[in-house]
């Protein structure tokens, strides 16, 4: 008997479910196998139906109400009834139960067979509240975050909470689905919703200053390879937490040929002469209350040294990127929003709400407004109000602008590069231009490829663009659209992410040919659900 070998299945026959039990029980000549098969027809019905009456859990939030009634001149009840009957509508057609606990906020139940076919119509809901107009034709949008997993109701109404949240963190718009097994996401087909105030910033920054005061020491970090808003915003962070008389650090690459006169301009001050740490210096400073801050991104593996991020038993986030990732246990708080221009935007309102602009460095001043120029593109993208108020700010700090623009000079040897790519560029779809660099490159062709970007989006007729360059064993992508195709939701098929407009990936691969074409199927698959 010791031949026996066991396995099991389920198959239909005629109509009816069975078990299927098989037995090897001698692998001699051609083999004896035994099959015992188990009808299972009533338990297979009975966990169907357990499993389609199984209550799903919906939260929805309608994005932009206060934008909205800046524009159309009704009242609260009249600009969101029309959105409302829609959910409603949506919710009498799976037989749930919709119900408003806040003017603009909705919870439903619904049974979890009509959650295949919101999956298959890609939550069309979504567009339909979209295509509808209020008021002088202004959109409305909504967020919806939803779970069916198993084990208890209270269980899936904390995934639907947390799925709403990640829909707002990612800009809103969309729909979240948590399943046992993964995270989906649909939607985005639009920019993301400017909602902010000085309420949130406010608290979040007292939120953060408590947080420092009761750490031994405070880390900050930037992303893999920093630009001008990853540091600005570190140097932002640094000056709270100086302010909070706690022990600070900035763990940051400092052979980095791009940041290296930023640091070398802050060692110039007293404040910052002790400052920076590399990793090794950084992996020293960890103490069972250290507080490490993660500024311009959302994930620990992303940061610029994930080994220190990942040591610390309390992290916090400040971005203003679309979340990707769910929160490690360690992060106590963040403060993501997809709506800045700038992380060092965010920084700037936190710092106006706290700190005097006559107690803020000059130095620093510049480097924060140099992460708003880069990432707003000299103020040419992603612009809000609130954006040129953290500018006046740090204008009444004494950042000067001419200093500011002498950081984004390029060395002559940057145009040859740049025109690497330029002398490269396909056509894709009639609308996306494709540019490769493959060998003979070094580290500074991640910001080269990122400028081609930003240049071939001013050619005519083309709605996006993405730059492929090789740099070790990583291919760097950059991504760029004018506003009508989202290049987040593009490279986060190749686990990037970014913005609407404004997106980046690394992959590792021998054949920057493969990456292409993996860049192009995402592409393809994009604009079938997402047509221009």
Not at 115 to 143: E, H, P, Y
Not at 217 to 244: E, Q, T
Request: aromatic share 8%; charged share 25%; hydrophobic share 40%.
């Amino acid at each position: 008997m010791d031949d026996i070998e066991f396995g099991e299945c389920r198959t239909q026959i005629s109509g009816r479910d069975y078990g299927v039990e098989g037995f090897v029980i001698s692998k001699k000549n051609n083999g004896l196998y035994l099959a015992m098969l188990t009808d299972v027809s009533e338990l297979a019905a009975l966990e169907k139906k357990y499993n389609d009456e199984r209550v799903a859990v919906a939260y929805i939030a309608i994005d932009n109400v206060e934008d909205v009634l800046q524009y159309v001149h009704e009242k609260l009840s009249d600009a969101v009834s029309s959105i409302e009957d829609k959910l409603k509508a949506w919710a009498a057609s799976m037989n749930g139960v919709i119900k408003s606990y806040d003017n603009d906020k909705y919870i439903m139940f619904f049974d979890s067979q009509y959650l295949d076919q919101c999956v298959a119509n890609r939550f069309d809901i979504l567009d339909r509240i979209r295509d509808a107009r209020v008021g002088d034709g202004v959109s409305i949008t909504v967020s919806i975050g939803v779970s069916r997993r198993k084990g208890t109701l209270f269980e899936r109404e904390l995934d639907a909470r947390d799925a709403i949240d990640l829909a707002l963190q990612r800009g809103g718009d969309q729909a979240v689905y948590k399943s046992e097994d993964e995270t989906v996401y649909f939607g985005g087909r639009t920019k993301t919703v400017y909602k902010r105030s000085n309420v949130r910033s406010r608290a979040f920054a007292n939120q953060l200053t408590a947080l420092m005061s009761r750490a031994d020491n405070v880390i900050i970090m930037g992303h893999k390879y920093g630009d001008f808003d990853s540091f600005g915003a570190s140097i932002g962070v640094a000056r709270l937490a100086m302010l909070c008389g706690i022990k600070v650090n900035i763990a940051v690459d400092l052979t980095d040929k791009n940041l290296r006169p930023c640091i070398e301009m802050m060692q110039k001050t007293d404040s910052y002469a002790q400052v920076f740490v590399d990793n090794a210096g950084g992996l020293d400073l960890i103490g069972p209350d250290t507080l490490v801050i993660l500024v311009d991104h959302n994930s620990i593996p992303r940061s610029q040294f994930s080994d220190i991020a990942s040591k610390s038993a309390s992290v916090v986030i400040i971005d203003h990127h679309r979340k990707n990732d769910q929160d490690s246990g360690a992060v106590k708080i963040s403060y993501i929003e997809p709506s800045a221009s700038s992380t060092c935007e965010l920084v700037a309102e936190m710092l106006e709400s706290a700190v005097s602009s006559q107690n803020l460095l000059k130095q620093e001043a510049d480097i924060i407004l140099a992460g708003i120029l880069l990432d707003t593109k000299q103020f040419t993208r992603n612009t809000g109000t609130r954006t040129f108020g953290a500018a006046q700010y740090l204008r009444g700090a004494g950042a000067n602008p001419s200093d500011v623009y002498n950081l984004f000079k390029a060395a002559p040897e940057d145009l040859s590069k740049e025109a690497r790519f330029h002398t490269s560029i396909v056509m894709y779809k009639n609308q996306i231009a494709l540019a490769c660099c493959e060998g003979n490159t070094d580290e500074s062709y991640r910001v080269i490829a990122s400028k081609a970007a930003d240049k071939m989006l001013t050619l005519r007729g083309v709605a996006a663009a993405f730059t492929l360059v090789r740099i070790g064993d990583q291919i760097h992508i950059s991504g760029r659209s004018s506003g009508k195709i989202n290049v987040q939701l593009i490279l986060e098929k190749l686990r990037g992410g970014g913005h609407f407009d404004v997106a980046g990936a690394q992959v590792v691969s021998d054949s920057i040919d493969e990456v292409l074409e993996t860049l192009k199927n995402s592409i393809d698959e994009y604009l079938e659900h997402n047509p221009v």
